[in-house]
């Protein structure tokens, strides 16, 4: 867990990985370009291996702009390109408002809560051991 | 005290060109807001402190050369109530930069970056950008209360 003091605020990232080979990255404050370096590092660090499973849980985060957008859809990327899968779980309007103007909702697989992330990961991992997987990423609804 | 008339106000904020400084700009801006007259709504709120920020990133990845003194790195954001809502110009005296280069105008899978000044567009009333090579750049933008 990798915490900042900024005034009262409390920002960190935290990362954990479960027993079922999902990694968790969770943020909690405010993320704009002056922790972006941080986050990218994390990122990078956690997306690496093979058929990365990646939940991205903003439940705590109260603010992000485009500069972290970007690095999750960095993140999106790299980890389709490694046959692994990522899922976003964030409730805020605010925030999901920032997904909905820039048209990732979909493609970044945004979903309410963790557990729903994570369901979304292991039915993945299901279908692609059912021998379906075609590459391509998940299919929503 | 008595009340003014806030059309006859500006608040104008000088931060150094350093993302540190990213979370001063959305404080003030947010405090500004706060005090509209119609009210702002928080969502209102949130896409100000969103666009202020995403234009004073730009401020810092583009505005300034590598050889720029520090002293002379600095965004200022100017606001101001007027036509019913908010007018905010931020502004640097750097070497201008080109938004049709900057904005990424595609409807193929998102970019990286470049997602700054869409979604500022998305969020404002009105964005729009002036200055040239010399004079730096300014963003102005105007939002008023959703009804």
Known sequence: ?141 | VRPMDLRQSAIELRIPCDPRFLSVARLTIAGVAARAEPEFSIDDIEDLKISVTEACTNVIDHAYPEECDEADRFITVHCRFERGGLTVEVSDSGRGFDPRTAADSGTELPKESGLGIPLMRNLMDEVEFGGGPEEGTRVKMHKRPAR
Do not use: H
């Open chain 1, 1 to 141: 867990v990798r915490q900042r003091q900024r005034g009262a605020r409390t920002l960190s990232v935290e990362v954990r990985k479960r027993d079922d080979g999902i990694t968790v990255v969770a943020l909690s404050g405010e993320w704009d370009a002056y922790l972006a370096p941080s986050l990218k590092e994390t990122l990078q660090g956690v997306t690496s291996g093979p058929a990365p499973q990646i939940v991205l849980n903003l439940l705590g985060c109260q603010f992000f702009d485009s500069t972290i957008l970007g690095l999750m859809i960095g993140s999106a990327k790299r980890v389709g390109e490694a046959s692994g899968a990522q899922a976003i779980a964030c409730d805020r309007s605010i925030l999901l408002k920032v997904f909905d103007n820039s048209g990732t909702r979909e493609m970044l697989s945004v979903v309410s809560t963790e557990e729903e992330a994570i369901a979304m990961l292991q039915a993945t991992g299901d279908e692609e051991k059912g021998g379906e997987a075609d590459g391509s990423a998940p299919e929503r609804d």
